[in-house]
DNA sequence: CCCGGCGTTAATGCAC
DNA sequence: GTGCATTAACGCCGGG
């Protein structure tokens, strides 16, 4: 069976179990949600990847500007690693002491 | 903001006068000027790297959500994949699949 | 506590109640038993691994070598992710694809 | 420009530089040639690939195995990976460790 | 039996 | 264009 049929179906299915029903515009209006529910999905992610792809050449932009007043990208780049990782260190500490404070009976 | 880009213009000098690196010149004031632009920098690029990383979780939701309602993650991917293809190299990377393929004997 | 220990001692239970008794050589004999049959289990699971991996070693190689004469490597993956979905479900992942492709008002 | 299309040609001069030069047997014979290459890679890879995927079943069979002897896998799983680890590269890892450390203390 | 997490492996993007 | 560091995909496992 196909699956692309199987997934109308089940959208169909969490249509009617989840909203208003959908006006019956025809045998293959199911096909027709399904096609405009994954043309959504698809742009919606093309769009955050853009964004996302602008950010990272934000990013390079200021490697570059840096690099240019002189600092060493790659330093630059390790200072930032190890500060995340120290922050990591302390958001799991703080976790730890939360355990700890509960397991207390919130003092 | 005015301060920092004063702050640039003279670090700017002293490398352009001949030094890679900040060094302290007479007093500690460049350093401190240096200290402060690596400090610039660094959260710059933290701002920006958290951004990218929401980005990349709305875009693991949407797949998470996509497969919820029966769309195969992989596939959407693929699909994507495909029209990103599509828009950058449409006579170039498109044709040269085909060609592959034809060049194989498949269809 | 050790869970090696612990499953060590469910190891002798199991070869007391599922097997014949082995001989009788001492106090610690299941012990030593399980410790043979636990070495001989890493061995061979590391032994095939390392067939493995041999295996994709030589897979990259041969990428390498295809990359070397010309052929793009991302779309000769592409080309055989296609011929593996071909293999497997012909009826269903490429229906699939392509009801989701005309969905969506594409070639 | 077609990157199969130069793809053929440079595997052209290479048969050329490194064997016997084939049969003049027409105008599309580079394409030929290409094409019985590229079909040459993909069987070479499929062909690895499913050995590949004969060893993991082998070495899910071990587990299996190992697990209905009262061995629990995953435990079984990071000896190995203990073990690999002590194999490859035991003063490797804990040099690189001290200098992540000495790092953290200095930035 | 499915599915969400995890550990491993491949792919992408970046600097050099 | 190559090596590297990050990021995403895959396969495997245990619990619901």
Not at 34 to 50: C, F, H, K, Q
Not at 86 to 102: G, S
């Amino acid at each position: 069976m196909s699956e692309a049929l199987y997934e109308v179906s089940e959208y169909e299915d969490r249509a009617v179990k989840g909203r208003e029903a959908p006006a019956p515009v025809g045998h293959n209006s199911g096909v027709t949600i399904a096609a405009d529910r994954l043309r959504s999905i698809i742009e919606r992610v093309e769009r955050l990847d853009e964004e996302r792809k602008a950010l990272s050449a934000d990013i390079r932009d200021i490697f570059t500007e840096a690099k240019s007043s002189g600092f060493v990208p790659k330093v630059v780049r390790q200072l930032i690693a190890l500060r995340k990782i120290d922050k990591n260190d302390r958001e799991e500490q703080e976790e730890l002491l939360d355990v700890y404070r509960q397991a207390l009976g919130e003092g």
